[in-house]
């Protein structure tokens, strides 16, 4: 079965960088079938994808973040990881790491989710 | 950006009743929508993918219908364990809709 985990600071001071590690087991990054990407939720408000990458290293980006973020990938360690630049309040979310399985195209959904890591930005 | 607006943002119903919630695109999507379940605290769980294809495990009493700009999530028979927010999600763009809780009367 496969199962994602988040890990990263739980308490980031504004205009810092947000650093979050996903660690995939009972499966292989490297599958060409799927994809990979970040999403968060501030507290009791909706979901925001944030970005996506694939094994070889193919990076998407919402818009709105673009300037501030990164997503990479370690096929070797299996995992992928995101980093947040110049941090503010309403970066303070429960951040996912989850898996795109894509039909083709733009067709394609999130079928695997990490049990989500609370961020809080606060000095 | 193509947006997707869900109505209603929240009901009521008891158990054993039809629920019906509504997805609304900007644009056409053609089937290009998903459905996720998130109960309180925990990830959300796909429910169905490609506007009306049932994700493996998912009970038969959720479907999904529609194509465009129009789509619906049912619930044939409303269960206690069906307490949730339910999301849709777009992905041309990707943005989901504001989400919508069903709670049991």
């Known amino acids: 079965q496969l199962q994602l985990q988040e890990s990263g600071p739980g308490l980031v001071k504004p205009s810092e960088t947000l650093p979050l590690f996903c660690s995939v087991s009972g499966g292989s990054i490297s599958s060409g079938a799927y994809s990979w990407d970040w999403i968060r939720q501030p507290p009791g408000k909706g979901l925001e994808w944030i970005a996506n990458?694939?094994?070889?290293?193919?990076?998407s980006y919402n818009p709105s973040l673009k300037s501030r973020v990164t997503i990479s990938v370690d096929t070797s360690e299996n995992q992928f990881s995101l980093k947040l630049t110049s941090v503010t309040a309403a970066d303070t979310a429960v951040y996912y790491c989850?898996?795109?399985?894509?039909?083709?195209?733009?067709?394609?959904?999130?079928?695997?989710w990490g049990q989500g890591t609370l961020v809080t930005v606060s000095s | 950006d193509i947006q997707v607006t869900q109505s209603p943002s929240s009901l009521s119903a008891s158990v054993g009743d039809r629920v019906t919630i509504s997805c609304r695109a900007s644009q056409s999507i053609s089937k290009y929508l998903n459905w996720y379940q998130q109960k309180l605290g925990k990830a959300p769980k796909l429910l169905i993918y490609a506007a009306s294809s049932l994700q493996s495990g998912v009970p038969s009493r959720f479907s999904g219908s529609g194509s465009g700009t129009d789509f619906t999530l049912t619930i044939s028979s409303l269960q206690p364990e069906d307490c949730a927010t339910y999301y849709c999600q777009q992905s041309y763009s990707t943005t989901f809709g504001q989400g919508t809780i069903v709670e049991i009367k």
């Open positions: 989850v898996r795109r399985g894509v039909i083709r195209g733009d067709l394609y959904y999130f079928d695997y």
């Open positions: 990458i694939d094994y070889s290293g193919s990076t």
